[in-house]
């Protein structure tokens, strides 16, 4: 059971917009601490794809963008393509638990 | 550029040990804090330790609390996870992964993983 709450599956045909929604509480994300979303592709390195809430490191493309808001955030991918099929986790912090993660979404592309 | 190699997995018995190394280069390791990460399979990722720039502090999850130690060596920039009392549920690919220093700490490269299989 993991602490900050995704859904298990988001799919959308190429070209599309999706979003993934991560949902915490008031001991996580509620209490200000930011949120940081990773892409996890078979067999590679699990890739970090925004921190600090909304911000890209260098060569992450545009498409990807996130934002959050009270005990919430969301990852959000326009122009989808098939390269983006992966899952995707967000990351915070609790003042007891220490670093907590998402339980990961699943992007499938149509 | 930067590179996180985990080694050390393998096949083990209930309660039996296993340490696992990773490998830094690429950057200033005795500069950067380290955290060690796990996903059982089929299941999400779980941050298991990580450990101060200059090895002075650590903190565990409970899940792995005396039972696993973090702990790294600046002159062979390596970091270790020293695991005992290994469990069933322990079976997973265990990744290293490097603290930012951007300020907003969140985990900016991480290595490819080494499956730890806990089975009798």
Redesign the interface.
Same mark, same amino acid.
């Given at each position: 059971q993991?602490v900050l709450t995704q859904p298990p599956s988001v799919s959308g045909a190429p070209g599309q917009r999706v979003t993934i929604a991560c949902t915490g509480s008031s001991s996580d994300i509620g209490a200000g601490y930011?949120v940081?979303w %990773?892409q996890?592709l078979p067999?590679?390195?699990?890739?970090?794809l925004i921190? @600090?809430n909304s911000?890209r490191?260098s060569g992450v493309p545009d498409r990807f963008s996130a934002s959050t808001s009270g005990t919430s955030a969301s990852l959000a991918i326009t122009g989808l393509q098939a390269e983006d099929e992966a899952d995707y %986790?967000c990351?915070s912090?609790d003042s007891s638990?220490?670093?907590?993660?998402? @339980?990961?979404t699943k992007l499938t592309v149509l | 550029q930067v590179q996180l190699v985990e080694s050390g997995g393998g096949v083990v018995q209930p309660g039996g040990s296993l340490r696992l190394s990773c490998a830094a280069s690429g950057f200033t390791f005795s500069g950067s804090a380290m955290h060690w990460v796990r996903q059982a399979p089929g299941k999400g990722l779980e941050w298991l330790a990580d450990i101060s720039y200059d090895g002075g502090r650590q903190y565990y999850a409970d899940s792995v609390k005396g039972r696993f130690t973090i702990s790294r060596d600046n002159s062979k920039n390596t970091l270790y996870l020293q695991m005992n009392g290994l469990r069933i549920e322990d079976t997973a690919v265990y990744y290293c992964a490097r603290k930012s220093l951007s300020g907003w700490e969140e985990f900016d490269y991480w290595g490819q993983g080494t499956l730890v299989i806990v089975s009798s």
């Open positions: 993991s930011d940081h %990773y996890l067999g590679a390195a699990p890739k970090l921190y @600090g911000n490191p %986790y990351q912090y638990l220490f670093w907590v993660f998402g @339980g990961g | -």
